[in-house]
């Protein structure tokens, strides 16, 4: 079965980077989209971007150029997002998604990332 | 940017009956090949988002017939039928129509 297993809980201090990772299985990793959705503290969601892993091309949200970027593995099946200069506005949960049959339709389980000196 | 701009339920709705979902977009979500790119999704408390439906009324694998998507261009509707305590949570609708995808703000469901 399709499983994306995120990486852990991360605490930060402003002006750092983190990377967090995605590890998929049970599909083709290589042949399908992966997209990045962020969701700040008691708000909605919002998509960052996306990878293709077989060619390691990708796509963003304008609104998170610079801030973050999306890399993958092939050999590990492992997606990564690495998010830069953060501050208090990037403490949110980060989730993985996958296309498959449909657009979005396997996630991961999240990953809360906290900023704060 | 598309903007996407979704209704309020009158919370809660008694167990059993039916709630209907409200979603609008700022731009017709109908692209060329005649599909409408528009996803409905459930975000449960402390769970990630499960995709419900997607092309506006297609339901994704494995989610119950009591799910219904349906709409125009730019105004959509997810229906519920007989809802239940599980129905519970924050639903979602995202336009895929184009760069950058983007999420309405969502509608609480609570079930009395």
């Known amino acids: 079965q399709v499983q994306l297993q995120q990486s852990g809980t991360e605490l930060v201090k402003p002006a750092s980077s983190v990377k967090i990772s995605c590890k998929a299985s049970?599909?083709?990793?290589?042949?399908?989209?992966m997209h990045w959705i962020r969701q700040q503290p008691g708000n909605g969601l919002e998509w960052i971007g996306w990878?293709?892993?077989?060619?390691?091309?990708?796509k963003y949200n304008q609104k998170f150029d610079g801030k973050a970027t999306l890399t993958a593995d092939k050999s590990s099946s492992t997606a990564y997002m690495q998010l830069s200069s953060l501050t208090s506005e990037d403490s949110a949960v980060y989730f993985c998604?996958?296309?498959?049959?449909?657009?979005?339709?396997?996630w991961g389980q999240g990953v809360m990332v906290t900023v704060s000196s | 940017d598309i903007v996407m701009t979704q209704g309020v339920l009158p919370n809660p709705v008694p167990s059993g009956e039916s709630a209907s979902i409200t979603c609008r977009s700022s731009?017709?979500?109908?692209?060329?090949?005649?599909?409408?790119?528009l996803n409905w999704f459930l975000q449960r408390p402390g769970q990630s988002p499960q995709l419900l439906t997607y092309?506006?009324?297609t339901r994704a694998s494995g989610v119950s017939d009591r799910f219904s998507g349906s709409g125009s261009g730019t105004y959509f509707t997810l229906k519920i039928s007989r809802v239940r305590a599980e129905d519970a949570g924050v639903y979602y609708c995202?336009?895929?129509?184009?760069?950058?995808?983007?999420f309405g703000s969502g509608t609480k469901l609570e079930i009395k």
């Open positions: 092309w506006m009324s």
């Open positions: 995202q336009q895929v129509r184009e760069y950058p995808l983007t």
């Open positions: 998604a996958v296309t498959i049959a449909a657009n979005f339709d396997y």
């Open positions: 990878i293709y892993p077989g060619n390691g091309n990708t």
């Open positions: 049970g599909y083709t990793f290589t042949s399908n989209y």
């Open positions: 731009k017709s979500l109908v692209y060329k090949d005649g599909k409408t790119y």
